[in-house]
């Protein structure tokens, strides 16, 4: 049994939501715990802000009792009927109320297996197993890539942080005082700082200092990423093209001075 999730289990999650299965009953099908199909539906659920069949998509808790008219009037693609039939009142109305299905917030978390989602306005949540796979795909390449961090980023984190740990603050405290400033993790921090990417280093910390060196091999990290630009496959077979076709001038001006006579013929042993 696989670690991670297939499109194969995937596609049997999403079918079994549809008939109102729960976690339990899908986790014993597809032989995984109910912890993990519980945060994948949560996970990689999508947001859908549409209607119900011959209704537009509309989230105001008074939708049912409003009569309002006339609202956006002047628009140009408005038309006089009432307001909660067109939709465009969640943005316009100063009384609107947003109205969220309190269903979402117990399991399943999202709306395959309602009975009432072809006739729901409001927004939803819909498990949808080849976007749950395109999605797992994403993340699993971009977390093989190294720090997703672009230069500036790396150097506002280099500027924030290296000066505070050499001046005794620890990561944690700089993390909770510079929340808005720093765009990564904690643990990110802590990282870039044990690989030596920052100025600071893992000695400049008090509490590092005390523990013994964890074992096994560091697996080497990128945080360069411009160090692959011209060194992909479309490059490297233009520059074999460059040379074959290097070669090809220099066998043709050879075999033109061949045949005339320039230089002596070739030894055929």
């Not at 499109?7 to 995984?32: H, P």
């Not at 939708?63 to 002047?74: S, T």
């Amino acid at each position: 049994m696989g670690k991670h999730l297939t499109l194969d289990e995937r596609i049997e999650i999403q079918l079994s939501l549809k008939q109102g299965k729960n976690f339990n009953e899908i986790a014993n099908a597809i032989g995984k715990s109910r912890t993990t199909i519980s945060r994948e539906v949560r996970k990689h659920s999508v947001t859908a802000r549409k209607g119900a069949y011959g209704y537009p998509f509309n989230e105001c808790l008074n939708r049912f009792k409003c009569n309002k008219a006339g609202i956006c009037v002047g628009e140009p693609d408005c038309v006089t009927k009432t307001c909660r039939f067109c939709g465009k009142c969640n943005t316009s109305c100063e009384h609107f109320q947003r109205e969220i299905c309190s269903k979402l917030e117990s399991p399943p978390y999202v709306c395959n297996g309602c009975e009432n989602m072809k006739r729901c306005t409001l927004e939803k949540k819909i498990y949808e197993a080849k976007a749950a796979e395109k999605e797992y795909r994403t993340v699993l390449v971009e977390s093989r890539e190294g720090f997703n961090l672009t230069d500036d980023e790396f150097s506002n984190i280099d500027s924030l942080v290296s000066e505070r740990i050499q001046n005794g603050q620890s990561i944690c405290h700089i993390i909770s005082t510079c929340k808005n400033e720093i765009t990564c993790s904690e643990s990110t921090v802590r990282r870039l700082v044990n690989r030596g990417a920052l100025q600071a280093r893992n000695i400049d910390l008090p509490r590092t200092v005390r523990f013994r060196p964890r074992k096994g091999k560091r697996r080497e990290m990128k945080i360069d990423k411009l160090c692959t630009n011209g060194r992909t496959y479309e490059e490297l077979f233009l520059a074999l093209l460059q040379i074959l076709c290097k070669v090809q001038r220099a066998i043709r001006a050879k075999y033109i001075k061949w045949v005339s006579g320039l230089v002596p013929p070739p030894i055929i042993a």
